[in-house]
Structures are given as structure tokens and as C-alpha cells.
């Protein structure tokens, strides 16, 4: 009992830690000298936005028009909390045990909300639609420009072949029991086809309505969630097992110990629940007032999904107990323990229909179009600067449709193509591949500004730990003027934590849960560092 009652001080950590940052984030902002014109319309601060995006020598071509809740939809859809868990919560139970629930995904969040904060207020001080890319340039140079966009870039490729692949293989296994043929390679490179067909389509298309796409998706996530809870809760509560069961530190079955090694990899697996974070900061010049709302955004986005998760898949996890033919099986081409967990226990909750998964499959795809939305605004904030090969193409924006057409395109086909390769090169193994290569590299691209960050702080001085025009002041000897939303004097540990986690995570994932994310970062990394010396990168005033 007294180890429950930890586990449940444990779960309210993130939530106590989230209230007390955004608290400090919240005060910051009063005391600060930015001044909103939201109260003097819309529009005024549209304009001021525009001459804020100027002054780093970017134009205003991106329609501006989102609010707040339109920058915290594209983070949280951008992460996926049900796509995610629907991908991963049986691969991190089954290595895991009942107990990377209890304790690990309390403790995967509160290091991930240090993440959160720490991008949230570079985010603040680059509105950007680069992201981490044009934060690390500001601080570190060219060099560590190139190299944290490559990596980001890459890690949005990964992430958007993993939410396709994940899409089409739980989508091809409902329509193959439905329709009565076999899977096979073919039919689920046919539906992961389909997938990003549609996602590039509406990406091309319905630009005037994005934001309502993303609220939609993120009413979608609510919705689901709140569903599955219900019947659940139903048909299956109080159940065979007392949430003590939770922190007993057993397997799967119950039986024995779960080991060290195991625990760790679902611990990680658990890490990529929150990878997409930084999805408002791509949006940032669609955004109004991007200052202000892409942090919150992004801060505020982490911390509900934690609590989604922690409520649902606590539940769920009592049920899965002590294990069933649903955990133990492994099939098809992507072939891992525990895939199709969380939809077989969904659909259980009410009756076996067919419903809540067909509605769980929408969520995965609709979270495949925002990975598609954040990888395409990467890929066209790399290509202004010069930044990435085909660059002439890849910054061409449409004024007709307001979208980078090729960009869009170009995220589309790099997606389904990794996802081609990594199945045929990887077979049973490449579910796991794409989740550490998704992890390392976009742990890796955060890490590079947040540890630049945190060095500039550190030799700052404690007098100079508050964000300030010298911390980002651009290699021209222009400034820009203090981020409104920022850390205070609790910066440099919540940066060093994040730090932290971020590197030593990307190293345990390479080396225990699949090898291929290391060889993949090491390859964009060696890739960025000689492209930052061939390509001629142009240098807007802000750089």
C-alpha cells in the first residue's frame, strides 16, 4: 500500500510541476515589457507580428490567422496522444510490465514538461517557423543551425513513416478481417500509399481550414479517449486486480521481476508519446501573436496529454493483466509484441464493435497530416535559407492555394519511401527501427539549441540567467528584444534537466532499443556538418 501511495504521489508530480512553471511563465509575462495588441484588434497585432518576422529577414508569406487554440492543436496533434498510444502502449507494457505505467510514464513526463518549457521559451524568442533550427543558428552559428534542422527534419520524417506505417498496418489488418483477404507487404504498402496520398492532398487544399482541421483533431483525441474510458470503466471495473499491481515492479504475466533492461525500453518506447511537442512552434507564422500563444501551446499541450495518457492507460493496463492473446501476438509486417493492444482493448470496451477503432485509425491519420504540416514547414524554412539540396524548389510557396506545394510533396514522398525501405531492409524489426530513429533525432535536434541555450546562461553568470537581448543576439550585432514568455531565474535547471534527459535518452535508445536510430543520426549529423561548409546558406539580417 504505502508503495501505491507513492506511485500516486508520483503521477501528480508532472501536474504540480506543470502548474508551479506555468505559474512562473504566467508572472514572467507581467512583469515583462512586451506589450500585446490583441486588445487593440486582431489585425494590429497581425501587423506587428508581421514586422517582428521581418526584422529576422523572413517575409510574411504563411497565412497568418491561427489563435490559441489553433497552436495548442498543432502540438497536440503533432504528438498524437492516441495514435501514439495506440502504437506504443502495448511494445512499452509487454517489455516493461504493468509498472512502466505506474512509475515510468509519470517520470517520462516530468522530464519530457522540462523539454516542454525549455522549447516553449526558445519558441517565445524565435517565432519562427524553423523551430529549434533557427534557435540553434541564432545561438550557435551555421554549423549547429544545419545540424539541429537536419536532424529535426529527419525526425519529422520518421515520425510521419511511423504514424503512416502504424496507420496502414492496423488498417489493413480491420479491413483484411473484414473483407476477408490476407495481409501481406503489398496491401499494406497499398493503404500507406492511400494514407499519404490523402494527407498531401488535404494539405494542399484546404489551407483556409486548417484550423479547423486541427481543433477537429484534437476534439477527435478528446472524444476517443473519453470513450474508451466509459466502456472500460463499464464492463471491466473494479476488475481482477488492485491498481497496487501497478508498482510491484512485475512482468507482464505477474510472474517475476520485471528486469532493468526491459523496464528502460519501455520507459523510452513511453518517451516518444511525447515527441511532436514543439508542433505549435512550426506554425508560428500562422500564428497570432506567436510570443504568447505557440509557448503556451506548446507547454500546455504536454501537460494534458500526460494527464490522458496517465488516466487511460492505467486503466487499461489493469485490464490487459495478466496478459492475453492480444499481448502475445505478433504478426504481419511490422511485426512486434503488443502492437494492436490498445485498439483490441478500445474496440473491447464496447461490445467489439467496430467503431471506437475506425475512430482511433482517423486520429492516427489525422496525426500523420500534422507530422506532414510540421515536416513540410521544416523542410520549407531550411530551403529560404538555402539550407537543404533542391532549396529553389523546396521554398517555392504557392500565394494560390497558401501552401509550399513542394515541400508538402516532398515530406509525403520521403515519408512513404523510408517507410518502404525500413520494412523491406528491417522486416520484423521495423516498427522498433522507426521508433528509435524518431526518438534519437528529434531528442538530438532539441538538445543542440537547449544545450547552446544553457551555455549561454551558464557563462552569463547568474546575474544574466533571465532571458535577454545578449542571449540572442544575432551574429550581426542585432538583437531582439526579451522572449515575453520565459523561465526566470528557474531556467538553467529546468534546461540542464532537459539536457540531460534529451542526450542520455537519444544514447539509450540507440544502443538498447534499436540500433538504427544511432546510425541514422550519425549519418544526418556527418550530413548537416558537411552541408553547413558546401552549401552557400543565405544569411538573413537576423542570423
Known sequence: MVVAILGVLLAAIPCLFSVLVARKAQRGLRAGTYQSLIPYGKDMQAAQDKSELQRFGLPQVLPRKGGGLSAAAKSFNAMGMVGGAALLFGPALVSGGPSVIGFGLPLVALLSLCVSAAIAELA????TAGGVYHAAYQL???KWGMRAGWLQLAGKMVKLALFIGGFAYLADGLLASRLGYESSAISLFIVAATAVLTQA??????????????AGGTWLQLIIMLLALAGLTWLFWPGDYSPVVLYQGLDIGLTDPVGLLPFVIGLLLLSALFTGMDGAGHGAEEIVE?????PWGIFLSSSYTYIGLLIVLLLMSLIALPGSGVLGEAYGVLQTTGLTSFTEYAAA????????PALILLSLWQSGLQTMTS??????????????????????FSYRRNAPLYAIWFAATAAISLLVSTVVLQANESFMALVSASIVLLHLAAAIPIGLRWQVDRKAGAAKRRMTKEAFKSRHGASDPPPPWHLGNWGQAIRLVALVWLVFSAILTAGIVHSFGGIVAAVVML?????AGLIAVKQPSSH
Open 527 to 531: 550530413a548537416g556538418t558537411a552541408g
Open 140 to 142: 550557435g552559428g551555421r
Open 201 to 214: 492532398l488535404i494539405g494542399q487544399y484546404t489551407s483556409g481550414i486548417s484550423e479547423k482541421i486541427e
Open 124 to 127: 517565445s524568442g524565435v517565432p
Open 375 to 396: 515536416c513540410s514547414r521544416v523542410a520549407f524554412s531550411l530551403a529560404r535559407d538555402g539550407a537543404i539540396p533542391f532549396s529553389s524548389r523546396l521554398s517555392m
Open 290 to 294: 506567436p510570443r504568447i500563444r505557440v
Open 349 to 356: 470496451a464496447w461490445g467489439g464493435s467496430y467503431m471506437l
